[in-house]
């Protein structure tokens, strides 16, 4: 649990979450990530979204992980969504993006999150290479949590 006080003498009580520590850096990537595929990045903690590039941050920042992308991350298994696949949204209520690729964040055996790319209405399914990006980013991600 994390406790802040307001300017004002308010106190505010919040989960924590060691992702937290690296939402800047998480950020960052995601900025590169998107730049680079043109798809929409973002990286989630094991409650919500804290880091997000491509979209309008008031769209899925901070909004709580759907069951299906938390089910997702317990398997602990790189994501590749396929046509004819049900989609995986990433946000609860949030339905106009799902995942084109995903994979766990892991840092010392323990599940962290994840990173994901997400696809826009009309985009072609995400390639093997999007994958593949994804995942060196979640182990790069692992990794800094480790020191």
Known sequence: MEIYT???GG???RKYSPMGDLQEFASQMCESIGWATGHIAAVADRDSI???SGLPKRE??????????????????NYLFHP???P????DGADK???GAAAPIVSQGDLMGCVMLLMKEGDAPLQESDQGLAKTAAGFLGLQMES
């Open 60 to 77: 899925l920042m901070d909004k709580p992980n759907s069951q299906a992308l938390e089910k997702l991350m317990e398997q602990r298994k």
């Open 11 to 13: 106190v505010i009580f």
């Open 50 to 52: 804290i880091a997000l």
């Open 97 to 99: 993006y799902p995942l």
């Open 88 to 91: 995986i949204f990433a946000a």
């Open 6 to 8: 307001e300017k004002d």
């Open 84 to 86: 004819g696949d049900t």
